[in-house]
């Protein structure tokens, strides 16, 4: 690989790009799916190929191909220096970007077992049985489980002479019933909805997950769901599980922090940003018990955001977002930080496959852990609802608003839980609802949750980030405004 | 490893700086040698799905270009059958180990769950409607052509004092299926969009246009409708939120109505995840709503035929408000007693089929009519982030974007903040007052479909934004 990517290299260096860095990547991945306790999708894909990205005339451009033969990867890079020149024609400035040291390095994401290597057979036994036993319970209409698996390989190599490649093993599952009864529709999932949890790990995320014991569990939930209460509509007090915090963190810190939208570069599609720079070290983004990094590091744990390098061969590292309540740091790439005047790049330039062009992407962007005990913290709420595992979920293009909803609600009443909310939801505006928390749970009850299918980019690029949360608490929040005046 | 694409063309290909596709000989050379090689491992049936593309971006922001991409692929995708078991490895090495892998695999997927016994034959030899989408002008589009045009946007937002964002994408792709039982549909189609933001402290808007021929949209006119829309939302005032009457640009309709239309896949009402179960045949829309579902409508896109190769048919889904028919893929078909329609997804899959190529009927109607007609309402550019609330009522979120405008008396009197919506879209589609023509509409967050604006009465806009 190596040699395609010097090959690619040094064509464009003749073609007259000072600049160049090239990812070869070979992605695998496997998917099952199970569907009322019939086998749904059974597909295995291999894709391998080269993204070659030149500076030249001071203006990007970049091109891909999986002909991966020396005329091929010469044609490519021929043409990803044309794209640039042409760029040239309608640049606003010249790009520059801060300086970054050059690295030769191997790294693998750690596994304990390969899901590549686990039989099928006993995969999709799994997934049968715990399809079967959802449709054991009486209500369910439509029982569906799932498995993923990837793994990627990229060779980075960079005209400063970085070269280094990474592996990662990344494993999906989620299970999930669903209830159809008198005009409604009712869903729960386990462990998360959307597919469930997704880690860089091996087969072990899947048989920590116990899918067995919690299949019925959902699956009583979802039927039980039709005779429960209508969540109210009221100001009140909010306790959301960590999964829904999780997301809650992606829409309203993970994409405004993303400076690419901040410096309106995603004006058109993703939007923009109420973050802007004169925001940076000022805004109270939340109350002082609020804690916000950005940590790609593998020491902040197994997350679809864990790496040691970008995909512009920037090392992994932990960047504070917001410390103690104020805002305090973006994510960024070379080109961006020196625009705004950074030393060096946070690292977050990633890229779905070789045929995209690396943007600003989140990382694990997680809520550090706060002091309480997730017993002593409903036992505090005399009156408050809480919310678990997302159902819907929308944002403004500048992330101000947002409005949530989950498959299920609980009211608790004098610090207990007392019955079951059907339809729940919330609404408010980001800096607000942020500086209304007042209590986070600790670090037993800590988890790094998996997005698996964050979009962004033109041509679109689907990316994973994590999402470490405990549960949390939130006072005086717009509640049930989705089923308002229907 | 014996290379089967080191051909004449491909070098051909290797060294232009725009990408061509392969040929139809060369395509059907790859369906030749991946039957030959499953023959010999115990496949009782075969199906070979090839999809290429060769496909540019140029994106600009800030008034300039910054980021420009160019990509070229095929992929081959193998589904085996044997002993009643199905599953589809892919694959984008074209040499006959890399194609012999892919075969294993799937064979090694397919022998590892239990048999089937919903799975069919696969179908032989199909007849299909002609469609041409093959624009040679759009496929020679460069990136210096795209940067020019780009150029002459931002020329614009400078002149306006404003700041332009943007695509402009080009390219070209064909697809192919072909079985051991015959079977083979071939497909190329070319492909262009412009869509553009201009934007005027604290307000912007948006215009954008999707098609197989680029000539069809004209970038100067779609950069000033948004500069001159951008102009009129500056001073935005709070409006409280409540219902209200709304014009819907078909961008806007496009991108709200495209959420409904999973729900007509005759998989979706047996899994009773459609909100159409126990409302097929009933009055559930106003009178004024027709929708069809037809490859074959001149301002539509995509091949004529699905994932397993059948014909793709028309199909009245809802006529005069009433739900009429579903789509089926030839599974579903057999299992209700009906024929497939060509909307079934590649195989083995859990969701079925789904109609993709949205016709709606249009009015007499025009946003100026709208306007003139409106007491008191909002004039909605585009929607965002729409996202499902309730399934069964099919109660969509979202918010208004680039784009919000007070209309009193007849008249746009200005631009109003965002809002956050709650609405159902059944209740949406009872209270459509006025229809404007269908045009081919694109959006962001549905397939592109032929769909008029919309004046509509009780639109549910629940929170307000701040800007």
Redesign the interface.
């Known amino acids: 690989m190596w040699d395609l990517c010097t090959n690619a290299l040094d064509t464009a260096k003749l073609r007259g790009a000072p600049y160049g860095d090239v990812r070869v990547m070979h992605l695998r991945q496997r998917d099952l799916?199970?569907?009322?306790g019939?086998?749904?999708?059974?597909?295995?894909?291999?894709?391998?190929?080269i993204g070659i990205r030149v500076l030249a005339n001071g203006?990007?451009?970049?091109?891909?191909?999986?002909?991966l033969?020396r005329?091929?990867v010469?044609?490519?890079a021929?043409?990803?220096v044309?794209?640039?020149k042409?760029?040239g024609?309608?640049?606003?400035?010249d790009v520059v970007m801060v300086p970054e040291e050059s690295y030769v390095d191997s790294w693998q994401s750690p596994f304990q077992k390969d899901p590549f290597e686990i039989?099928?057979?006993k995969q999709?036994a799994l997934l049968?049985a715990a399809d079967e036993e959802m449709r054991r319970v009486k209500g369910v209409?439509?029982s569906?489980t799932d498995m993923q698996f990837r793994k990627i390989d990229s060779w980075f190599a960079s005209s400063a002479g970085s070269r280094i490649h990474q592996r990662k093993v990344i494993s999906g599952c989620g299970i999930a019933a669903?209830s159809?009864q008198g005009?409604?529709?009712q869903k729960r999932s386990y462990p998360n909805s959307f597919g469930g949890q997704h880690t860089l790990q091996g087969y072990e995320l899947i048989e920590s997950l116990d899918l067995l014991r919690h299949a019925p569990v959902i699956a009583e939930e979802a039927a039980a769901l039709h005779s429960a209460s209508q969540c109210p509509e009221k100001i009140g007090t909010l306790i959301l599980g960590g999964s829904q915090l999780g997301l809650q963190i992606h829409e309203s810190i993970g994409h405004p922090i993303e400076l690419d939208r901040v410096?309106?570069?995603?004006?058109?599609?993703a939007?923009t940003s109420?973050l802007t720079l004169d925001q940076l070290n000022q805004l109270n983004y939340a109350s002082s018990i609020v804690n916000v990094v950005a940590d790609a590091r593998l020491d902040h744990g197994p997350g679809l955001g864990t790496f040691a390098y970008d995909d512009e061969g920037v090392p992994a590292q932990c960047t504070d977002i917001i410390k103690d309540g104020k805002f305090r740091g973006y994510l960024s790439n070379r080109e961006t930080a020196h625009l705004i005047g950074l030393k060096r790049s946070s690292g977050a330039m990633r890229t779905e496959s070789w045929?995209?062009?690396p943007?600003i992407r989140m990382t694990n962007v997680s809520l550090l852990p706060g002091t309480w005990d997730y017993d002593d913290l409903t036992d505090d709420t005399h009156d408050g609802i809480l919310m678990e595992t997302n159902?819907?979920?929308?944002?403004?293009?500048?992330r101000?608003?947002f409005?949530f909803?989950t498959e299920i609600g609980w009211e608790i009443k004098g610090g207990k839980k007392v019955r079951m909310l059907k339809?729940p939801?919330y609404?408010g505006?980001t800096t607000e609802f942020w500086n209304s928390c007042d209590a986070i749970c600790k670090l037993d009850h800590w988890r790094l949750w998996g997005t698996p299918n964050c979009g962004k980019g033109?041509?679109m690029q689907t990316m994973g980030t994590g999402h470490g949360a405990s549960p949390a608490r939130f006072r005086n929040v717009?509640i049930g405004?989705?089923?308002?005046?229907? | 490893m014996k290379s089967l694409s080191k051909t004449k063309k491909e070098t051909s290909r290797e060294n232009a700086l725009g990408a061509d596709l392969l040929s139809a000989n060369e395509l059907r050379r790859i369906v030749g040698t991946v039957l030959r090689l499953a023959k010999s491992t115990g496949a009782e049936e075969t199906e070979i799905h090839v999809d290429e593309v060769a496909n540019a971006l140029t994106r600009f922001a800030n008034n300039g270009i910054h980021q420009n991409v160019a990509e070229q692929g095929i992929t081959v995708s193998i589904r085996t059958v044997v002993d009643g078991r199905t599953a589809r490895a892919t694959t984008n090495r074209l040499d006959e180990d890399s194609l012999r892998g892919a075969i294993g695999a799937s064979l090694s997927l397919a022998h590892s769950q239990p048999k089937d016994p919903r799975l069919l034959p696969m179908p032989g030899k199909q007849r299909y409607g002609k469609v041409n989408r093959f624009i040679p002008q759009t496929a020679e589009l460069s990136a210096e052509d795209r940067a020019r045009a780009v150029r002459r946007a931002c020329d614009l937002a400078l002149k306006k004092g404003q700041v332009a964002a943007g695509i402009f994408s080009s390219g070209q792709s064909q697809s192919l299926i072909g079985n051991s039982r015959g079977l083979f549909a071939a497909y190329r189609e070319t492909h262009s969009q412009f869509s553009i933001t201009m934007q005027e402290d604290p307000a912007a808007s948006w215009a954008k246009a999707n098609s197989s021929d680029f000539r069809k949209f004209d970038l100067l006119k779609l950069a000033e409708r948004a500069s001159e829309k951008a102009h009129l939302g500056v001073n935005a005032q709070e409006l409280t939120p409540g219902r209200f009457t709304v014009i819907l640009e078909p961008a806007a309709v496009l991108d709200l109505v495209g959420f409904l239309f999973y729900d007509f896949a005759a998989t979706a009402l047996a899994d009773k995840r459609s909100c159409l179960n126990d409302r097929m045949g009933k009055q559930l829309f106003g009178k004024n709503i027709t929708i069809a579902d037809d490859v074959y409508h001149p301002l539509q896109q995509g091949m004529p035929f699905d994932g397993e190769g059948i014909p793709r048919q028309r199909v009245l889904l809802v006529d005069r408000g009433i739900p009429k028919s579903l789509v089926y893929a030839r599974g579903t078909a057999k299992a209700s007693g009906k024929a497939p329609t060509g909307h079934g997804f590649a195989l083995p899959n859990e969701y079925g089929e789904a109609p993709m190529n949205l016709v709606f009927g249009g009015g007499d109607s025009s946003l100026e009519k709208m306007i003139a007609s409106t007491e008191r309402g909002l004039l909605v550019t585009r929607l965002w982030y729409i996202r499902e609330v309730d399934p069964y009522e099919k109660v969509m979120t979202g918010m208004t974007r680039d784009g919000l405008f007070l209309v009193e008396k007849g008249r746009v009197t200005g631009a109003a903040r965002n809002f956050r919506f709650n609405q159902s879209l059944i209740e949406m589609l009872k209270n459509v007052e006025l229809l404007g023509q269908a045009v081919r509409a694109t959006g962001e967050e549905a397939f592109e479909m032929v769909v008029p604006a919309m004046k509509v009465r009780d639109f549910h806009f629940s929170e307000v934004t701040k800007f």
Not at chain 1, 33 to 36: R, V
Not at chain 1, 391 to 398: G, V, Y
Not at chain 1, 481 to 486: K, L, P
């Open positions: 799916t199970t569907k009322n019939q086998v749904g999708t059974l597909a295995q894909s291999e894709s391998i190929g203006a990007w451009g970049f091109a891909s191909t999986d002909r033969t005329d091929g010469a044609a490519c021929a043409q990803a044309s794209i640039a042409a760029s024609l309608a640049k606003r400035s039989p099928l057979e999709l049968l209409t439509l569906e669903t159809y005009g409604e529709i410096l309106g570069q995603e004006a058109n599609f939007g109420f045929n995209r062009l943007i159902r819907s979920w929308s944002i403004d293009d500048r101000y608003q409005q909803s339809n939801s609404s505006i033109q041509p717009r405004t989705a089923f308002s005046n229907q």
